[in-house]
């Protein structure tokens, strides 16, 4: 069974970077789109950004263009969110998903396979 497995969260002051990882454990990872997403204490789950099966398409949340960066090697089945520019309301747990499809979308309810998600906490 596919498992998606995130790291690189952590403590961060306002300004700075993080770059989050997102790793597959099968090599069908090619055939499928990932989607990056968040949720803050309180809120609902947010599409922050998603990238399509193969790096070439690529979709933003408005609260999040120009700072974050969202790219993949399919050689190393992972997924990367580089995160700059932090601000406080970034702060957040961060999933990343499988979409059971190649093309990118930023809705959570399109997403079939979650990972257990990583900490990001923007200090102001």
């Known amino acids: 069974q596919l498992q998606l497995v995130e790291s690189g969260g952590g403590l961060v002051q306002s300004g700075g970077s993080l770059t989050l990882s997102c790793a597959a454990s099968?090599?069908?990872?090619?055939?499928?789109?990932i989607g990056w997403f968040r949720q803050a204490p309180g809120k609902q789950r947010e599409g922050v950004s998603c990238i399509n099966n193969v790096g070439r398409s690529t979709n933003y949340a408005d609260s999040v263009k120009g700072r974050f960066t969202i790219s993949r090697d399919n050689a190393k089945n992972t997924v990367y969110l580089q995160m700059n520019s932090l601000k406080a309301e970034d702060t957040a747990v961060y999933y990343c998903a499988r979409r059971s499809s190649s093309t990118c979308s930023r809705n959570p309810n399109e997403y079939d396979v979650w990972g257990q998600g990583t900490q990001v906490t923007v200090s102001s």
């Open positions: 099968r090599l069908t990872w090619g055939y499928y789109a």
